[in-house]
Antibody, heavy 118, light 107 residues
């Protein structure tokens, strides 16, 4: 059964770059049927899509975050990654990685809390 | 910008029918999806493509869509259905979009 697991620092300083990795196990990230995505959820608030990537490296991003986001894929490690630059306290959130089937997310990781604080 | 609008909260007694709505101008042309998120957990898909139920989701969960409104119905809501529910769709560019979420209380 396919599983996704987020990993990365739980604390990032303001103005620095947040970096997270999602490891896919139990299946190949190179499947032509899926995209892969990042979603975040600030404490006590709703879900916000950040961006998505295909195994070929094709990406698309939330326009409101596009200037600060880079998503990349490493098919040899079955991983994809998120970088969010110039973070502020408003970027404090639980970050989820998920599998995107055509139009929707069908499998999610458990999420990882990233706090932006000095 | 395009938005999906949900009521902040819905409350029902156990055994009653809960209905959660999601309003969006593009819904006549776009599918609606619904996610259930229990406290401290990742979201789980409960309805896809307006009205389809993934395997493992109880039959009491159903979905419908008409015009600019999609509805998640939980027939005979149970205490364990208490959670936040998010509608989801895509905008005109195909970008994913979540509604603001509805807190369902069953008591």
């Amino acid at each position: 059964q396919l599983q996704l697991q987020e990993s990365g620092p739980g604390l990032v300083k303001p103005s620095e770059t947040l970096s997270l990795t999602c490891t896919v196990s139990g299946g190949s990230i190179s499947s032509s049927s899926y995209y892969w995505g990042w979603i975040r959820q600030p404490p006590g608030k709703g879900l916000e899509w950040i961006g998505s990537i295909y195994y070929s490296g094709s990406t698309y991003y939330n326009p409101s975050l596009k200037s600060r986001v880079t998503i990349s894929v490493d098919t040899s490690k079955n991983q994809f990654s998120l970088k969010l630059s110039s973070v502020t306290a408003a970027d404090t959130a639980v970050y989820y990685c998920a599998r995107l089937v055509v139009r929707y997310f069908d499998l999610w990781g458990r999420g990882t809390l990233v706090t932006v604080s000095s | 910008s395009y938005e999906l609008t949900q009521p902040p909260s819905v409350s029902v007694s156990p055994g009653q029918t809960a209905r959660i709505t999601c309003s969006g101008d593009a819904l006549p042309k776009k599918y609606a999806y619904w996610y259930q998120q229990k406290s401290g957990q990742a979201p789980v898909l409960v309805i896809y493509e307006d009205s389809k139920r993934p395997s493992g989701i109880p039959e009491r969960f159903s979905g419908s869509s008409s015009g600019t409104m999609a509805t998640l119905t939980i027939s005979g809501a149970q205490v364990e259905d208490e959670a936040d529910y998010y509608c989801y769709s895509t905008d005109s560019s195909g970008n994913p979009l979540f509604g603001g979420g509805t807190k369902l209380t069953v008591l």
